[in-house]
């Protein structure tokens, strides 16, 4: 079976060389330096405070199913998780693979959206957390599956530089070492990223070998609100739902109905 994953690093590699060409690094640099200074809202203090934690997801596209929603709009579908009780918010920026793109956290800041964003891409170079400082987002994803330990810890380290929270991704036993890093947030993917395979039970099996004071993001596979509290009871304080509700005609009022049900 191809894996997928690293497919996507491998053509991360050149996109990263490609902006870096486009926009020198310096230049990237000068132009966050250069951002007003505020608060960015913290993403681990919104699951903790939070009574459902749910992350409510923009993807318009993924790499095995094809186009979610093609035609859902960044200055719309985040602004309607948002009034309709999310508690923080992800937007994919893949643009290849997930049809994403930096100015989606952009143009749902200028609609509106206070919530904590969290910029979900494939990061392996610090160039992409300044990508990220700069169009709004509050967390990275890091995934470990990407990611040699020590290139992690560096990236986290610039990440908590530029005061953006870090999401560390795990998916199985093997990457659980990742955890002693003490990242912002604890994320378990249900989702093999090398064969797209999900389930759910994955967060449940892991669970109880995370530090007991993480807090833990249960990601992909969620569709009912049972489920979310049943992760609930087993620790988890957030829960990343996106296709569930982008593959309605209206995400936001998705959410809505799901919220109810908790």
Not at 78 to 95: I, K, M, R
Not at 191 to 213: I, M, Q, Y
Request: net charge negative; glycine share 6%; proline share 4%.
């Amino acid at each position: 079976m191809k894996d997928i994953l690293q497919e996507i690093v491998d053509h991360k590699r050149g996109e990263v060389e490609l902006s870096k060409r486009l926009l020198p690094f310096a230049d990237l640099c000068r132009r966050v330096e250069a951002l007003p200074s505020s608060d960015i809202p913290s993403m681990s203090e919104a699951l903790t405070s939070s009574a459902t934690g749910i992350i409510a997801e923009f993807k318009r596209k993924s790499p095995s199913k094809g186009w979610i929603n093609q035609e859902a709009q960044a200055g719309e579908v985040p602004l309607a998780y948002q009034q309709n009780g999310a508690a923080a918010l992800s937007v994919l920026t893949d643009e290849k693979f997930f049809g994403g793109n930096d100015d989606f956290i952009t143009t749902a800041r200028q609609s509106g959206v206070t919530l904590p964003v969290l910029y979900k891409n494939f990061i392996i170079d610090e160039y992409q957390l300044y990508q990220a400082r700069l169009c709004g987002a509050s967390a990275v994803l890091l995934i470990a599956a990407c990611l040699p330990l020590r290139d992690c810890g560096r990236l986290m380290k610039t990440a908590h530089s530029l005061g953006l929270e870090v999401l560390l991704e795990m998916h199985s036993e093997q990457e659980l070492d990742y955890a002693a890093l003490e990242p912002d947030l604890c994320g378990i993917n249900n989702r093999n990223l090398g064969s797209f395979v999900t389930d759910v039970e994955n967060s449940f099996r892991l669970a109880s070998l995370l530090p007991k004071d993480a807090v833990k993001v249960s990601e992909s596979g969620i569709s009912r609100p049972a489920t979310v509290k049943a992760l609930r009871q087993a620790g988890f304080r957030g829960f990343l739902i996106g296709e569930s509700f982008m593959k309605t005609a209206n995400p936001g009022a998705a959410l809505h109905d799901f919220i109810s049900e908790l």
